[in-house]
């Protein structure tokens, strides 16, 4: 190809790539990782096979394997970078395309604050660069900045309306952002205007159950689950966190029985290594103890799993459930992990230091709560409570600490602290099952 020849993607924005069929191709690939589809990989290797040396499919590769937050195949990451530098050096790329590149190298050295500050010049530029509003939105959700997570999207609706390809992707995610802001009414809204223009949009779709957990609106949720997830059959592992959703609220009217069968069938289906598959499994089977459900030999996969993540801490949120299931069945395993993630405090990058600010010790305090030293996790937690939202993930998922908390300092007989902390959550959750029952317990 001639060098720096460009072709727009389906939003108008000049890729630098050898053929239209290979940016549509591109195209494509996108709208899968929006879609959250399985196919998705597929569509990635059609367009490197169209043309191998597009920087910006390079740069998506080296993307899609970090998302995948694990080391092999941040190494693999780092391939795609070295790839799409080189690209880039032979044929010239756009500015936006230069950014890309430069996010994907800040993100290889574990600084997503770099990554983001590009990702937002480019959406400050070009609102419409679907993929650096979709990765945006990922690091700052797993930074545990709901505000910034709002205003990132709020700034670049301005480029989208009705006519924009993949528009009610970005309304999806949108929904999602205002209901980590806690804007329900306006984040269902969105979600639901998302899920009329794409029943499959898995994102959205999740978004509008966050908002029917948070108000506690359970058989409106179930309801909800029931008639979507069965469309979300095309979509990767994530339709295993819709049906973890969909467990919340089956606990919230106890029916552990049932959650545990769906555990078996669309939460943990088969043992694997992707980390938000065992997030959900590992945060779930805690749940179902907690609800006083035996889960058998549950833990032993999770805690297999887990094991082979010591040593690697690239994302705190996954390492706080990693802990989780090794202290469930492997003490030994469980010490290696926690004294391997206080060590991994003294790296460089976003999560080196979320981890010595509270993922250290939030991992050491899921452990020494499964060994009955509840004294520990109060002393450890509660000075660090209003730092717990560092850690990423949603108030929903993040709400198992707090659960654990509540129990914790209840156990250790600081009733007090119990009770501030229960009215507290009562206070956001005023319908919520279980929080009636912990302060109904300590009333009496
Ligand atoms: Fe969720």
């Known amino acids: 190809m001639d060098k720096a020849t460009t072709y727009p993607d389906c939003r108008g924005l000049p890729v630098t790539i050898a053929s239209a069929e290979a940016a549509a191709a591109l195209d494509a690939t996108i709208a899968g990782y929006q879609g959250m589809r399985a196919d998705t990989g597929d569509r990635l290797k059609e367009a490197l096979t169209l043309d191998p040396d597009c920087p910006l499919t390079l740069t ?29 050096a032979k044929r010239g790329v756009t500015e936006r395309e230069r950014r890309h590149i430069a996010a994907l190298r800040a993100w290889c ?8 500050a590009q990702w937002e010049a480019i959406l400050a530029e070009h609102p419409r660069d679907a993929l650096a509003l979709r990765l945006a939105h990922y690091w700052h959700f797993y930074i545990g900045d709901p505000l ?41 809204r969105a979600g639901r205007d998302a899920v009329e223009i794409n029943a499959r949009d898995a994102w959205a779709v999740h978004a509008v159950a966050h908002v029917l957990e948070m108000q506690d609106r359970t058989q409106e949720g179930i309801a909800w689950l029931n008639r979507y997830i069965p469309g979300l059959a095309g979509c990767h592992n ?7 959703h969909r467990c919340l609220f089956y606990l919230e009217q106890d029916e552990g029985a049932f959650v545990v069968d769906l555990y078996d069938r669309e939460v943990w289906p088969e043992s694997a ?7 959900n499994a590992a945060s779930l089977l805690w749940r179902l103890e907690e609800a006083g459900v035996d889960v058998g030999n549950r833990w032993a996969e999770l805690a297999k799993q887990s094991a082979t993540r010591t040593g690697e801490h690239l994302l705190v949120f996954a390492d706080t459930h990693f802990a989780l299931a090794l202290g469930a069945v492997d003490p030994a395993g469980a010490d290696a992990f926690i004294a391997s993630a206080r060590r991994s405090a003294a790296a460089t ?12 010790e939030l991992c050491a305090a899921v452990v020494d709560y499964r060994r009955g030293a509840y004294g520990r996790v109060v002393d450890a937690l509660l000075p660090r409570r209003a730092l717990l939202r560092n850690i990423g993930g949603s108030h929903a998922q993040r709400d198992l600490f707090e659960k654990m908390l509540i129990l914790a300092a209840l156990a250790d007989g600081r009733k007090a602290i119990a009770a501030e902390l229960v009215a507290d959550r009562g206070r956001r959750r005023p319908n919520n099952t279980w ?5 109904a317990r300590l009333a009496a």
């Open 109 to 116: 050295a574990g600084d997503s604050e770099a990554a983001l």
């Open 60 to 88: 998506l590769r080296g993307y899609f394997m970090l998302l995948f937050a694990q080391a092999a195949l941040a190494a693999k990451a780092k391939e795609s970078l070295a790839a799409a530098e080189a690209a880039a």
């Open 238 to 244: 994530f339709r295993f966190h819709t049906t973890w």
């Open 435 to 439: 929080n009636r029952r912990l302060a």
């Open 349 to 360: 990058g976003t999560q080196a230091r979320v981890m010595g600010e509270i993922g250290a």
């Open 148 to 188: 910034k997570l709002r205003d990132s999207m709020a700034r670049v609706l301005r480029g989208w309306d009705g006519s924009v390809p993949g528009y009610g992707f970005v309304l999806g995610c949108q929904a999602f952002a205002l209901e980590e802001s806690g804007d329900y009414e306006a984040a269902e």
């Open 273 to 279: 290594p992707d980390y938000l598959d065992i997030c």
